[in-house]
């Protein structure tokens, strides 16, 4: 987080966002296009937005700028690009079906498949819409150390070893592999030797390969300086191959917040707890998958004699808690909880479990001021049951 980031919110007045909500910064949306566009604009290396991380098609006309497409995981992906993004998409999902895949073959420039099964079953109805058609590899490489989020082992169900994959079928135009979470230049790098070692002999016969995302290029850590020289170093040894990066995360990373309120307070066998009006368990899973422990504005990491909270989540699911923090001041009922980096990996993998009040979603501009885009109801929830 650059110094510019900390100042935009040290200067948030949340007190007048309403709560629960998702609340995205337009400052901090544009720091982050900054630097994909000076990774696009320093290679030939082409960054389309994956919508799995961050679906909120009322800023697609801002990150439309900034990329270089959209790349979808599903129809229902696939057709929101389409009509709001206004391009075709990038197409890779784990599975077709007979029953989607024409329409989703009318929305799609490229489409990976999973599988030489896939492939064969689907293959000649994309090449008659005029899509082009690569397929998923798995290095069996990965630098990412957790088990959830590693596509990698021997046994996975995504990509195609390069044992079963001694030669390319006919149609074959691209390769695609995804084994980054998160990850820094370094990860990059050692995973494109591995890449190189197992499928280089297909790169001759291929006109794109797509590194797939978790690329974190807005990260305060990642360098994207040398991200770029290896980008431009694989370019000049395969200058023949088009390169797609499909960031997720990065071009929403660290750009708002969820902002919560406290409305009880509990201490039970000497842990103090405060409950909130969202839940970790259905507005920010990642924090219980992954896990990972997400920063709260005015919080901090509590010392050996301070007084530790516990934040516990609304819903009924025992597990909904996440802690703990310590506060400058003893929070009340009715203060603000903000939780940061709140916007990818969130809206797009909430649920209405328990039905409990699902947070709005609102954009921020300095200039403009605060719109909510979305608030959710009775009926979002009674629509979604039979």
């Not at 337009?26 to 937005?49: C, F, G, M, S």
């Not at 700028?65 to 959209?70: E, F, L, P, R």
């Not at 057709?79 to 197409?91: A, I, N, P, Q, S």
């Not at 008659?128 to 150390?145: D, M, Q, W």
Request: charged fraction near 25%; proline fraction near 5%; include cysteine.
């Amino acid at each position: 987080m650059t110094a510019d980031k900390e100042q935009i919110i040290a200067n948030w007045d949340f007190s007048k966002i309403p709560s629960p909500c998702y609340v995205l910064h337009t400052d901090l949306l544009q720091a982050n296009l900054q630097t994909i566009d000076k990774v696009r604009k320093a290679t030939k290396a082409e960054i389309i937005v994956a919508l799995k991380a961050n679906a909120m098609w009322s800023i697609f006309p801002v990150l439309k700028q900034h990329s270089d497409g959209a790349t979808a995981s599903s129809l229902a992906e696939a057709r929101l690009v389409f009509e709001e993004y206004g391009d075709k998409t990038h197409t890779y999902a784990p599975v077709y079906t007979e029953a989607e895949i024409d329409e989703l073959l009318s929305y799609s420039s490229h489409i990976t498949f999973n599988s030489l099964g896939q492939y064969r079953r689907f293959g000649e109805r994309a090449h008659r819409a005029g899509v082009s058609c690569g397929l998923r590899i798995n290095p069996e490489y990965s630098t990412v150390e957790t088990d959830l989020y590693n596509p990698c082992d021997s046994g996975s169900r995504l990509g195609i070893r390069s044992v079963d994959l001694p030669d390319l079928p006919d149609g074959i135009e691209g390769l695609h592999f995804h084994s980054l979470c998160e990850s820094r230049p370094d990860d990059l790098r050692r995973t494109l030797e591995a890449v190189t070692q197992k499928f280089g002999h297909l790169f001759g016969k291929i006109r794109w390969l797509n590194m797939g995302g978790g690329h974190l290029m807005t990260h305060q850590e990642y360098d994207e300086r040398e991200l770029i020289r290896i980008l431009n170093d694989f370019q000049q040894t395969y200058p023949h191959l088009r390169l797609i990066l499909e960031p997720g995360s990065a071009f929403t990373w660290d750009t708002g917040c969820l902002v919560s309120t406290v409305e009880d307070k509990v201490c039970n066998g000497n842990v103090n707890t405060l409950m909130l009006n969202v839940s970790f368990a259905c507005h920010m899973p990642d924090c219980l998958e992954m896990p990972y422990k997400p920063a709260i504005i005015g919080a901090h990491e509590p010392t050996e004699n301070e007084k530790k909270w516990r934040m516990g989540g609304n819903s009924c699911l025992a597990g909904d808690f996440y802690g703990d923090w310590a506060f400058d001041r003893e929070p009340e009922i009715g203060n603000r909880i903000v939780f940061r980096d709140m916007i990818h990996y969130t809206m797009v993998k909430t649920t209405m479990f328990n039905g409990v009040t699902h947070p709005s979603i609102a954009i921020y501009d300095p200039e403009k001021g605060l719109q909510v885009i979305r608030r959710f109801g009775y009926e979002d929830y009674k629509n979604r049951m039979g």
